[in-house]
Every structure is written in C-alpha cells, then in structure tokens.
C-alpha cells in the first residue's frame, strides 16, 4: 500500500467526449480513447484507498498560458457550427472531421483567410484525421483541463502528490492545434499552473509511450519548463512521427531544456526504466522545484496502442524512481488503452510514487 492516499481529481463531465471512431489511413476505425477509460481508472484508486475529489470549473489563465485563444475558440464552437451546417443530411454523422489542411505547401504564402465551412476550417487547428469534435468534446477537454489546474492547486497548497483523471488527454495538444485524441494540454496547464504559483522551474517527465509533441511545442524557447520524455522511437515509424527525436533539446532560452530519450519497438522495462531514471536525474541535476507526470500506461505490453513491452512492476518502479526526486508532484493522466489493466497501471504507479 501507498504511504498515503493521493487526492484523485475527476469530473463527470470528462465522460462526455465519445470519439465513436477515428479516421486512420482512410477507413474510419473505432475509438480507443473512451469514457470508459475514466470508470476503470476510477474504480482501481477508490479499491486503492486513494481520495477522490470531484472538480469543478476553473478560470481561463492557465488556458490561455499555453495555448491561443483562436484554438479555445474553435473547439468551444466547432460541434454547435457543424450541427448548424448541412452535415446531417449531407453524411448523417455529427462528428466534426477535417478535410482540408491550409499547410505552407497549400497558401505558398498568399493571404489565406479562415475557411467558413467549418469541415475546412477545422484543418486549421486539427493536424491529424483521428481526432474528431463532437457534442460534448469542448465539455469533456475543459473539465479534464480543469482537472489538471486544481490538481496542481493542491499541490501548491502542500499536497506531495496529486493526480489529475484528466481525459481526454493532452500532450499532443500544441499551442494553437489539436491531433493524436488531444485538444488541450492537461500536463502544461498543470506546469503553467504551478509556474504561477510560485514555481520556478517546473520539469514536465513524460512516460506516456509517445512523445508529447504539444508540451514540447508549447515549452521549446523556455529555460523555467523543462520537457523530457521516453517514447517510442518516432523513426520507427510511431507517432508524432515529424518530432520526438533526440537532436530535440530546445531552442533560444530553451536550448538544453528539451529531452527525448526514444526507445526501440519491443523494449521492455529494463531500458524503460533506465530512461525513466535519467530523466528523474535530469530535473533534479536541473533544479527543479516541482514535477509534472505526464502518466501514459500505454507503455505497458498489452496495450493495443504502442510496441512497448513495460510491466505493472515497471510502472511502479517508475513511480518510485520518480517519487525519490522528492519534489512536489501532479501526476497528469494521458493515454492508456487496455481497459482490463488500465486502473491496475495506475494504481501501480501512484503506489510506487507514494511510498518513494
Ligand atoms: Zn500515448
């Protein structure tokens, strides 16, 4: 058991995004980032004697902190603007899916406007097909947003440890764009969060099987938020796939506060954990005064998500390996999308976390 009962931060309202399916590689594939995911986590930390505290709206500022208003705005009105659209006797479906993306090799540099058709304008903000908007979607993410903020309230108020369910999850949310089942970054509100209350330097550990190309993104000229991360390696053709690689270490005041340890497909928790650890030397070497857990359990071997090969037993090590930084934490949730073993990781890490 935990030395002592983390405070769980949840919101019913998290269960209101339903990707229903995600459009990958031109067929449209059934969503693995469900509402279920909040239940089975839920119920492993209550079982576990963990303190569930249910959220509640939260100001804008750690929001708008990380990212452009223009993408609040867009995701706040994308599902009410496709249902006033004549989507529903076009396609008959209520999801929001982008079907064109004004990248630089499209505008060439011309003035190119915002699309009115909100399937084309959605190409401006989304930079994948998979991650679509539909009612509820705005609802969801700002609550799991939410979660992240008063999570790391209650760490600026002392706790050693808090754990944000936020879903859906966020480190692929970048500055002004969403992909890869994110819309806003959870984990960088959370660093954002703590950095107002006090914080000098936060240092974000991302354990999630991929990369967090939107907390990366959003903190690359930054010298007071320090990103790194163990993934897959993203040159073995996983996603982000465009970024994640180890030459990444930041730019301007940033240069050196950017890490990415990639990882070979089919590794397991011997170079796992060793990433794990020099990571965990790394904020500390660093100065850190606070940590961010970017918590994916899509590292473990059964996930249906990632080639990593990690154990229940790795997940615990990692905590503790994290634990032993000593310095207050908000262990954020991202992916992880096995529901039988899903809670069982979590709760293995916060164990491990606790009793460091
Ligand atoms: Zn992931």
């Not at 940590?291 to 998500?305: C, I, Q, R, Y």
């Amino acid at each position: 058991m935990s030395q002592y009962a983390v405070p769980v931060v949840w919101s019913p309202e998290t269960r209101r995004h339903d990707p229903r399916h995600e459009v990958w590689v031109g067929v449209a594939t059934e969503g693995t980032e469900t509402a279920a995911r909040v239940d089975a986590i839920l119920e492993a930390l209550r079982t576990e004697g963990h303190d569930l505290v249910e959220s509640r709206p939260q100001p804008d500022d750690a929001l708008l902190a990380v990212h452009e208003p223009e993408l609040l705005e867009f995701l706040r009105s994308a599902a009410a603007r496709w249902a006033a659209g004549p989507y529903r006797d076009l396609v008959g479906q209520e999801r929001v899916v982008p079907y064109l993306f004004p990248t630089p090799a499209m505008t060439a540099g011309m003035p190119a406007r915002p699309a009115v058709a909100v399937h084309a304008d959605a190409g401006r903000f989304a930079y994948d097909t998979m991650t679509l908007v539909g009612p509820g979607t705005w609802e969801a993410a700002r609550a799991a947003a939410d979660c992240a903020v008063l999570a790391a309230g209650l760490v600026a108020g002392g706790a050693p440890l808090a754990y944000a369910l936020s879903r859906p999850p966020g480190h692929h949310a970048t500055p002004a764009g969403f992909g890869g089942s994110c819309y806003l970054n959870n984990a960088a509100v959370a660093a954002a969060t703590l950095r107002a209350s006090g914080a000098q330097r936060v240092g974000i550990v991302d354990i999630d099987a991929h990369q967090g190309n939107g907390t990366a993104a959003i903190f690359y000229e930054r010298a007071d938020m320090l990103y790194g991360s163990v993934h897959v390696d993203p040159a073995a053709g996983w996603f982000p796939h465009v970024v994640g690689y180890a030459a990444e270490t930041g730019v301007g005041a940033g240069e050196g506060a950017t890490r990415n340890l990639p990882l070979p497909e089919g590794s397991g928790d011997e170079q796992w954990l060793a990433a794990v650890a020099e990571l965990a030397e790394w904020v500390t070497a660093a100065g850190c005064d606070h940590l961010v857990v970017s918590l994916g359990v899509d590292a473990a071997a059964d996930d249906p998500e990632s080639p990593l090969q990690v154990s229940a037993d790795g997940y615990r090590e990692a905590g503790r390996l994290l634990g032993e930084t000593a310095l207050p934490a908000v262990a954020v949730q991202e992916g992880g999308y096995h529901l039988p073993t899903l809670g069982g990781l979590v709760a293995a890490y916060l164990d491990g976390h606790a009793s460091a």
